[in-house]
Nanobody
């Protein structure tokens, strides 16, 4: 089975920036819509941003104007550029693909293991 692998998390000060990446664990044909979600300690997982295969984007109100989602279809990689980070952005960030197109059977609703983002005040 294909997995999604997130990278780019870390510790940053308030106002700093990080860029997260989400890529498949092995070769794939393509991926449809991809979303980023986050889960802070003691809270439910929440939507952050998404991008369709054609590049249409959507953002949670809490990150609009600070985060930018993009994709490189040649590399089958999705990015989340996070600027002006705040302590309340601290969470484990997960990427999700609604459909991964493979040479064999396609996979649906695929999640990564998450990457920790910590913003210090």
């Amino acid at each position: 089975q294909v997995q999604l692998v997130e990278s780019g998390g870390g510790l940053v000060q308030t106002g700093g920036s990080l860029r997260l990446s989400c890529a498949a664990s092995r070769r794939i044909v393509s991926v449809n819509a991809v979303g980023w979600y986050r889960q802070a300690p003691g809270k439910q997982r929440e939507f952050v941003a998404s991008i369709t295969s054609s590049g249409r984007t959507n953002y949670a109100d809490s990150v609009k104007g600070r985060f930018t989602i993009s994709r490189d279809n040649a590399r089958n990689t999705v990015y989340l550029q996070m600027n002006s980070l705040k302590p309340e952005d601290t969470a484990v960030y997960y990427c999700n693909a609604d459909k991964i197109i493979l040479v064999g059977p396609d996979q649906y609703d695929v999640w990564g293991q998450g990457t920790q983002v910590t913003v210090s005040s």
